[in-house]
T-cell receptor, first 115, second 113 residues
Framework: DADVTQTPRNRITKTGKRIMLECSQT?????MYWYRQDPGLGLRLIYY???????NKGEISDGYSVSRQAQAKFSLSLESAIPNQTALYFC??????????????FGPGTRLTVL | AQKITQTQPGMFVQEKEAVTLDCTYD???????LFWYKQPSSGEMIFLIY??????QNATEGRYSLNFQKARKSANLVISASQLGDSAMYFC??????????FGAGTRLTVKP
């Protein structure tokens, strides 16, 4: 089984709808991240969490919220989806005890389309 | 300001040849990490290689090596003996200190048979 899983893998929704993307990991990592990917822009950080009680805004947090329900679970919500939130969303994890590298490992991605 | 720059939107290489993907970065933090990720057409992000700013030697992982030139602030990825399966998007990323990671826009590599 994959170490980092995301559900759903694909989602089509309408403008104004609330949607939640979920991420679970079995790597035992304490840090979790949400990114979005748009063509030509690479990945941009939305939110990140260094532990269950620590949530931080990333580069593009407006229009999004997150919840860290447990060490292994980190969900991303779009309270009122809009078309320019159509993108590929990635969850990632890293281990703070992993040394200076702090390499991030990514889930398979969720392709979200907002009509 | 752009932290990570990948100037090659697309690259072509003949199978079995080596290819270099460019990455330059901008930071004033003495402690940073540089990463390369591969994204095949299936969409997942695969970690390839890491270089720390204090590492004296260039990182290597199998056919991947990172040509780290600290004074020039460049961290180019070298893929030796290219294979058809190397065709993908490649992203360079940097983490400064304990801050979040920033990604470049990516380079699309196509390996020709």
């Amino acid at each position: 089984d994959a170490d980092v899983t995301q559900t759903p893998r694909n989602r089509i929704t309408k403008t104004g709808k609330r949607i939640m993307l979920e991420c679970s990991q079995t790597k035992g990592h304490d840090r979790m991240y949400w990114y979005r990917q748009d063509p030509g822009l690479g990945l941009r950080l939305i939110y990140y969490s260094f532990d269950v009680k620590d949530i931080n805004k990333g580069e593009i947090s407006d229009g999004y919220s997150v919840s860290r329900q447990a060490q292994a679970k980190f969900s991303l919500s779009l309270e009122s989806a809009i078309p320019n939130q159509t993108a590929l969303y990635f969850c990632a994890t890293s281990d703070s005890a992993g040394g200076s590298g702090d390499t991030q490992y990514f889930g398979p991605g969720t392709r979200l389309t907002v009509l | 300001a752009q932290k990570i720059t990948q100037t090659q939107p697309g690259m072509f290489v003949q199978e079995k040849e080596a290819v270099t993907l460019d990455c330059t970065y901008d930071t004033s933090d003495p402690s940073y990490g540089l990463f390369w990720y591969k994204q095949p057409s299936s969409g997942e992000m695969i970690f390839l290689i890491y270089q720390g700013s204090y590492d004296q030697q260039n990182a290597t992982e199998g056919r991947y090596s990172l040509n780290f030139q600290k004074a020039r602030k460049s961290a180019n990825l070298v893929i030796s003996a290219s294979q058809l399966g190397d065709s993908a998007m490649y992203f360079c990323a940097m983490r400064e200190g304990y801050n979040d990671m920033r990604f470049g826009a990516g380079t699309r590599l196509t390996v020709k048979p």
